[in-house]
């Protein structure tokens, strides 16, 4: 539970104009202390950042508040996102895949993807870009919920396979902690950066996703790792990205990715292109390990 300083650092809206969406629209309805202080849940504070993501973006307070009250994740999804440009004429493979839950075409769409090519080349110029044609499709209603999460699985599944596959890091190289935070569950994109980069020599501790804070904490206490990656897939993970960010920077140097990485202040910002990030940074460590 937050006090409403605290939700209005997490969610970037001063309490001001918090305290208004909340009695104007009743955009959130938040529990009250026994001294009569207004408390804001996790679900409150994902609220509020959709709410200014959709008045940012151009739209009036009310018409934003009314979808948002409707449908929190719909109404996430009508935000504009940023494209990733496609260097490969098989991006609409996935949702294809998705829609007749072609169980061979996915595997050898797969297969293909990855047979003997640059890893870069296959995570930003053809896997990211058919992640975003497949979400696209889904939200648009071509593809079906479970159509979606068929073609994740085995995408998740092939990459964690790649990534297995990677030759051990040399030993006393350096070492990245990547996951995400608290509530933020869309590992795609971290993993396929964590493939990346393990194939640059860097030692990879991956975490996946929906870590608490308290673990981040230990975890990267311990490990004392040159770097921590996280990112910010969906505007609704930005309250916990936040959180996780402040409680990072005192102990090690953080990059953000994801679409929503710029809403952020503090982390190094990776861009948009997870393959292109990991070899910048796995070139950065190993200079700096070297001098």
Request: overall charge negative; hydrophobic content about 45%.
């Amino acid at each position: 539970m937050y006090t409403v300083s605290r939700a209005a650092e997490l969610t970037g809206v001063p309490s001001g104009t918090l305290r208004k969406w909340e009695q104007r629209y009743g955009v959130v309805v938040p529990q009250r202390t026994p001294g009569n202080y207004r408390l804001y849940d996790d679900e409150a504070v994902r609220r509020l950042v959709v709410m200014r993501s959709l008045v940012d973006a151009g739209w009036s307070a009310q018409e934003a508040a009314r979808h948002v009250v409707e449908d929190t994740a719909g109404a996430e999804a009508e935000l504009p996102r940023r494209g990733v440009e496609a260097t490969d004429h098989r991006v609409d493979e996935l949702a294809a895949c998705a829609r007749d839950f072609d169980v061979p075409r996915l595997e050898k769409a797969l297969s293909d993807a990855f047979a003997g090519r640059d890893l870069v080349t296959v995570v930003d110029g053809w896997l990211l870009p058919s992640l975003e044609r497949l979400g696209l499709a889904w939200r648009r209603g071509d593809v079906s919920v479970a159509g979606e999460h068929f073609v994740t699985a085995a995408v998740q599944r092939r990459l964690a396979q790649v990534l297995q596959a990677q030759p051990a890091a040399p030993v006393g190289g350096p070492r990245v902690v990547v996951g995400l935070a608290r509530g933020c569950r869309h590992e795609l994109g971290v993993l396929a950066f964590s493939l990346v980069l393990r194939s640059r020599g860097v030692q990879v501790t991956y975490l996946g996703g929906d870590l608490p804070l308290e673990a981040w904490i230990g975890t990267v206490t311990l490990l004392e790792p040159e770097a921590v990656v996280l990112a910010a897939p969906t505007v609704e993970d930005l309250p916990a990205v936040r959180e996780a960010v402040e409680a990072l920077l005192p102990l090690t140097s953080v990059l953000l990715g994801g679409a929503h990485q710029e809403a952020v202040a503090g982390p190094e910002h990776l861009g948009h292109l997870p393959g292109a990030g990991a070899v910048a940074l796995a070139d950065r460590l190993h200079r700096a390990q070297a001098s």
